[in-house]
């Protein structure tokens, strides 16, 4: 089967790779631009590890396929922090003990940050089914709910 | 900076920022999938579609005529004569005559690219012969049932018994009817576990290279470096030193990465690809379907009881299938069972028996979950009928430092009644309760785990350190050894960098299992960090010309001791380390030893429930978890190790089996239909650290990965017996099986 | 020195009916080696891996572990963690 030829946007930066059409975008992200922050926890949509933005909207980059990602702007962990300073988001996890394996959590950190965006003081209960799509089987969730609750407090003071 | 209500020293007890955080957060930590190599082939492994069928042929051609297909390995391409270990392994990582189980390794082949060999194992041509099967443990345990592997009992088993069974237990003190006949209520009860998986985010995945000269380096995810290089050796038939393991960060293992499974494939297919690296990461549908899930268990337990709570005999006999190899945790199922108890008299029978599904491996406290389930239920229902208080009924029977246990040896330092006391004055069981609710109790045990261990630390020359463990970090562990090290040297904890090695750095290590890290590595850091100070106090003596007996190590420097010994300055750590390459050299310590001292821990869970009468759904209100943690080195780490624990029995009780069907396949091998607790089923875990050092430890840890998911399975099944008047015995309780026991008693 | 070692009740039957076995032992190590001797049908258990409690510590290492006069030994089953 023939490759295709992509050009798109990641984190900002112009990127182009082959991609067979068969391919996802998660194994586009990984195999051809050595983006491995993002994870394949399951290739069938139901754990989250994958979460990437595709133009500015969550999606789980295991049922998107790579020739998919043509002329689109695509956001991953990796462009998570911004000019080697942290994000609120990613900050909060480490100090609240939010991870402890940390597979999950790229796909959370992703995940949360498209929720603050769209909603920047959500409840307990509107963060626990925004992430119901984001698998963790370390933490119990706890400290996850915790720490994005913080992060937006913060987030909301300095806006 | 107020004080941790943990903080008894400077630094353990604390919650500084773990030191692989950064990476973590942001995407850099490289897991098992995360690295390739120049020349990298990919692997893709065939699996037999049959519960049970004999291997006819193997017709690899189409697969081989491919272009971009390098190698193709059957069992033929490993070595004959294993026996004992060595060839329950081999078998499970590459079936023999027959497939044992739905999803068992066939053949494997490696090519130019994950896609192609998908290709390539879809056109490998197998022709099986499919036998009878059995899955569930009541029916392999019956004396007609299809034979899973004749003559594999050991010698526990005694003459007679049905062919599946190769493990036989049988244990306990005291005159067990005489005790039945002291009680005043004699009570029994039958209960079911199903199979579950430990559920790691992660899939397996490894990287593996082996030459013709037979040397081999993989990098793999996994629990235990040194454990896989063993096993990979034995399987493959090699020299163990010429096989060198990296562990890469571990996303979740829970025992399920403590073992082999696909990685003797990646070095035998390099190998006969030329050497070239083959790189194999399995899909989900393969981590359930084939990797170690848990044993399922059938159990009857009877237990008597004087009015006053008073336990005075109990018995229990368990049947658990671990898959189509011994190795079902009926043993470890025993001992926990009745562990909380002081017993007069108790008596033990277990069965390890043999199915055709997945060789079982070890899940956070193997066997300890379901014992409490049957043990822990049973009580629960006693304490109803006579009217008294769970809590108090435990306090009642529960053992001390020095008390008989169930399984024979006494105890020794232990915190049961601390445990239940904080437990007995936590809020959360004054909060009210409303209709169709109900609160349930339950206690756990773990004994924790020494095992072999080599660290060593260095000083560098700017007076910082760096520690080598051998036990992966699967959350707060490099945190929690810095914790220790920094502490005993008397320097900052930013200053400590803890490294875990891979195989060739140091001695052999057990596993990040058995909740040891922390305790194990955790002592032989601290011991060979005093080796270190030694050496340290002997070059400050050497330079002012005393006797090095008369120097003594205080925060973080070498002093005279005593004002005898001779007026100098503190000499710091930086100082000294400074000049080390022209006092004699390299400063450091080194410690190894399968460390004695190992702290059991128990736990007590409350769980508050709602349960949906219409729907049989059941909603977790409040969840607390109390347990002993000796020391908590790193508190928020180990609060984490307390939810993490819970989550996954509520999981375990409220939804997650497996499901085989008529035909012996899985039928639910993906996350959607292998359901596990996802943020929006859960409240917040409440959490207390109780602390009753262990003397063992030098700052009194006990492990605590484990204990957390032993007492979950009966706690929420004796909530929701008071939420709904209804008892179930057989997990996991879905809203199917609860509406149906309401319905069926007239609900 | 005599050391009295608790079995268990399953192995009962290769060794004669007796749940305790007193043997001469100073160690860990010439225990077991003691036991086997002494009940040749204990030998494939042990061999198969055991753990011992010393006054209720458990080992699974330390054949050269020396054993006090008059400490509780229990044999059990090699206990493994996850």
Not at chain 2, 29 to 56: E, F, N, Q, T
Not at chain 2, 287 to 297: E, I, N
Not at chain 2, 454 to 473: F, K, L, N, R, Y
Not at chain 2, 577 to 598: D, F, L, N, R, Y
């Amino acid at each position: 089967m023939s490759k295709i030829h992509v050009t798109t946007t990641v984190n900002g930066d112009a990127v182009e790779f082959l991609a067979d059409p068969r391919e996802t975008l998660l194994d586009c992200l990984r195999d051809h631009l050595g983006l491995t922050g993002s994870k394949e926890g399951c290739g069938t949509g139901d754990c989250g590890a994958c979460s990437v933005t595709l133009d500015g909207v969550l999606v789980s980059s295991c049922l998107v396929l790579g020739v998919e990602a043509q002329g689109k702007q695509i956001g991953t962990i990796e462009g998570m922090a911004t000019d080697g300073d942290l994000h609120p988001l990613q900050r909060k996890f480490i100090e609240h003990a939010a991870l402890q394996c940390g597979f999950c959590t790229p796909g959370i950190l992703v995940a949360a940050k498209a929720l603050l965006e769209k909603k920047p003081d959500p409840t307990e209960t509107e963060i626990r089914y925004w992430l119901a799509g984001n698998l963790c089987r370390c933490t119990g969730y706890d400290k996850i709910v915790r720490a994005v609750q913080d992060a937006a407090a913060e987030m909301r003071e300095k806006a | 900076m107020p004080k941790d209500e943990f903080q008894k020293y400077r630094l353990v007890g604390t919650r500084p920022n773990r030191p692989d955080g950064l990476d973590k957060v942001t995407g850099r930590a490289r897991y098992g999938a995360d690295i390739s190599a120049p020349g990298m082939l990919w692997g893709a492994v065939v699996r037999s579609p049959h519960a049970h069928a004999k291997i006819v042929k193997i017709d690899a051609s189409k697969a081989l005529a491919l272009a971009g297909v390098k190698a193709v390995i059957t069992r033929a391409d490993f070595p004959d004569g294993l026996t004992g270990e060595p060839w329950n392994l081999q078998e499970n990582t590459i079936a023999g005559e027959r497939a044992l189980y739905d999803g068992h390794a066939v053949a494997a082949v490696a090519a130019t690219s994950r896609l192609l060999a998908e290709e390539a194992a879809r056109l490998v041509e197998v022709t099986y012969e499919v036998l009878p099967h059995v899955t569930e443990v009541d029916e392999a345990i019956k004396p007609d049932a299809p034979v899973i592997r004749a003559g594999a009992a050991d010698a526990s088993v005694p003459e007679g018994m049905p062919p599946n069974v190769v493990r036989y237990m049988e244990f306990g003190h005291g005159d067990v009817e005489a005790g039945f006949a002291e009680a005043d209520i004699v009570r029994e009860g039958h209960y079911l576990t199903e199979a579950t998986h430990q559920g790691y985010i992660e899939p397996h995945a490894c990287l593996g290279q082996m030459g013709e000269d037979g040397k081999g380096e993989m990098w793999v995810t996994t629990q235990g470096q040194w454990y896989i290089r063993k096993m990979c050796a034995d399987v493959l038939g090699m020299e163990v030193s010429q096989l060198r393991v990296t562990p890469s960060e571990i996303g979740g293992g829970f025992g399920g990465k403590t073992t082999i499974f696909m990685e003797p494939l990646s070095l035998a297919l390099s190998k006969k690809a030329g050497g070239k690296p083959v790189k194999i990461v399995m899909s989900r549908s393969e981590v359930l379907r084939a990797t170690g899930p848990t044993a399922s268990a059938s159990m009857d337990v009877k237990i008597g009881m004087k009015k006053d709570g008073t336990i005075t005999a109990a018995t229990a006999n368990f049947r658990m299938q671990g898959g189509a190899f011994p190795g079902a945790p009926v043993d470890m199922a025993l001992y926990c069972a009745f562990a909380a108890y002081k017993l007069p008299a108790v008596h033990h029978v277990g069965y390890d028996v043999l199915a055709n599904r997945p060789r079982a491996a070890a899940y956070r406290a193997p066997g300890s979950p379901n014992g409490a389930f049957a043990v822990e239920s049973l009580v629960d229902q006693m304490c109803l009928e006579l009217g008294l208080d769970p809590i108090e009924v435990r306090l009642k029977n529960a053992v001390r430092e020095g008390d008989k246990s169930s399984y024979g040896p006494k105890f020794g330092s232990i915190g049961l009644i601390e445990t239940l006391e904080a437990t007995k004055d936590h809020p959360n069981l004054q909060a009210p309760l409303g209709p169709n609710q109900g609160r349930g109790v339950a206690a756990g045990y773990w004994f924790n785990h020494g095992g072999e261990t080599s660290v060593s630390m260095a000083i560098s020359e700017d007076g910082t350190a760096q520690v080598s463990v051998g036990t992966p970090d699967v959350g707060g562990g490099r945190a929690s050894i810095a914790l220790m090290v920094a502490e005993t040297l008397g320097i900052r904890y930013e200053d400590v960098r803890v490294n875990v090695v891979e195989t060739g750095a140091l001695g052999v290590n057990e596993p990040t299992h058995g909740s040891r890290a922390t305790f194990a590595s955790g002592k032989a850091a601290v011991e060979a960090t005093r080796q270190a100070i030694g050496e340290l106090c002997k070059r400050a003596a050497a330079d002012w010309g005393i006797d090095p007996e008369a120097v003594e190590w205080v925060d973080g420097a070498a002093q005279p001791a005593g004002p005898n010994a001779g007026k100098f300055p503190p000499m710091s750590l930086a100082e000294i380390a400074g000049k080390m390459g022209s006092t004699g050299g390299p400063i450091s310590g080194h410690h190894e030893s399968v460390p004695e001292g190992v702290g059991a821990s128990f736990g007590v869970h409350v769980v508050d429930v709602e349960v949906d009468p219409e729907t049989g759904r059941t909603t977790i209100l409040r969840y607390l978890v109390v347990q002993d943690a000796g020391t908590a080195i790193h508190p928020a780490y180990v609060e984490g190790q307390y939810q993490g624990g819970a989550v996954q029995g509520i999981g375990w009780a409220l939804n997650e089996e497996y499901v085989y069907g008529k035909d012996g396949r899985l039928q639910n091998p993906i996350f959607l239909d292998y359901r596990v607790p996802v943020a929006s089923d859960l409240p917040m875990i409440d959490t207390v650290i109780v602390e009753v050092p262990n003397p063992g430890h030098p700052y009194g840890v006990r492990g605590v990965g484990e204990t957390g998911i032993t007492p979950p399975l009966p706690a929420i099944a004796n909530a929701i017996h008071r939420a709904t008047g209804q008892r179930l015995r057989h997990l996991p309780m879905t809203p199917a099986k609860v509406l149906a026991a309401i319905k069926a008693n007239g609900g | 020195m005599a050391v009295e070692v608790h079995l268990w009740s399953g192995l009962r039957r290769l060794t004669d009916g007796a749940e305790v076995v007193s043997v001469e032992a100073a160690t860990v190590g010439e225990m077991l080696d003691a036991l086997a001797i002494a009940h040749p049908g204990l030998k494939p258990i042990i061999d198969g891996g055991v753990s011992v409690a010393i006054d209720g510590e458990l080992l699974t290492g330390g054949r050269h572990r020396a054993i006090a006069p008059g400490a509780e030994i229990y044999l059990m089953q090699r206990l493994k963690g996850g």
